[in-house]
C-alpha cells in the first residue's frame, strides 16, 4: 500500500542520519504491509549494497539487507552442512510467492520480528549473533534476545541490524527440522529445529512462541527430561494466540515435535 505520510526517502542511508519519524526500509514487504503513520522519512538500506553472505574463518555472516532469495540460492561453504540443510528448510517455510523471496532480507525479518519468521528460525538454531549499529557505536547480541517479543526487538531508536554472524561450530552437526500449519501451505504456527553439538542437543522453538526459546543440554536428555525442561523454560502465556492456531494445540505440537527431534537426534 502507498504510505501517504512519507514525504522523503534517503537512499542509500547511513546510521547517523536517524530522527524521529525515520524507518529503515529493507525489502518493504512487511512495511509496505499497514500503515505507519508516524513515519514521514525512509532510509533504504538495499542501497548500501552490503554483500549478501561473506563467509569467515569463524563462521557466515549474513548482512541484514540479504535476500531470501540470495540465501536459498547461496552454493558456497559446502562444509557447513547444517547451515545448507536449514537454510533451504527455512526458506520453504517462508510462504511467500518468488516477487516476495526476491526482496524480502533476512534483517527484515529479524526486525519485523514476527513469530513465524523462519529467518528468526534459521538464525537463532545456527547460536546467531546480530551486529546492531547506533548512533553511540555498535554492540553485538545472539538473536534469541534480539527478538523479545511480537512485532518486538532489542533495537533503540536510531538502531540498525547490519548482519548476522553464524559460528563455525554451529554450522556442522546434525540437524532435525518440524514444521507444523493448520493447513497444508499455511503460515508456520509451529516451528522446531534440533541440533547436535558435541555430545549434547541444542533446541530451538519459534513460530510457536512470541520470542524464540532456546534449551541446551550438555547430553540428549531422555523423552522425561526433555518435556520437563520444555515445560519449565516456555510460560503458557508465551505461546500464541491467533487465526494461525490456539496456545494450547501449540503447546501440544511443541511438545510432540521436540521429543521427536529428540528420538531422531539421539540416535
Ligand atoms: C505474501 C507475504 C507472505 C509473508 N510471509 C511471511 C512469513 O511466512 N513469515 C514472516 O515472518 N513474514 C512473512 N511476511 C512478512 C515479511 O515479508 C517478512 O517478515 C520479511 O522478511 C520482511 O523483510 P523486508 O526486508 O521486506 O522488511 P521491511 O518490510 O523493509 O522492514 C520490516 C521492518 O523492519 C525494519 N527493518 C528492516 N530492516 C532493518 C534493519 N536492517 N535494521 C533495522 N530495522 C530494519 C523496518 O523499518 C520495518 O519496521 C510475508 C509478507 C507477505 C507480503
Known sequence: MDL????????????????????????????????????????????AGWT????????????????VADLAGYAGAEHFTAFHELATACCRAF????????????GGNLCAALPAGPMIALTAALDGECLIFGPDGERRLSVTRFVTGDGATALAAGELLRSITLPAAALTGRTAFRQGSLF???????????RRDGAGLVLTVTAATVRPFQLSFAEVPDAGELAAAVRATIPDDAYVDDVHGLPAWRRHLTARYAEEIRAELAG
Open 95 to 106: 510462504l511467500a510467492s518468488f516477487k516476495i523471496w526476491n526482496v524480502a532480507t533476512v
Open 52 to 67: 549478501p553472505i561473506t563467509v569467515h574463518g569463524h563462521g557466515l555472516e549474513i548482512a541484514a539487507t540479504c535476500t
Open 4 to 47: 501517504h505520510t512519507v514525504v522523503e526517502v534517503v537512499s542509500p542511508a547511513a546510521v547517523g542520519q536517524w530522527r524521529p519519524g525515520d524507518a529503515w526500509l529493507a525489502g518493504g514487504t512487511a512495511l509496505f504491509a499497514e500503515p505507519q503513520t508516524d513515519v514521514t522519512r525512509l532510509l533504504d538500506l538495499v542501497a
Open 184 to 194: 497444508a501451505h499455511g503460515r508456520s504456527a509451529v516451528l522446531l529445529i534440533g
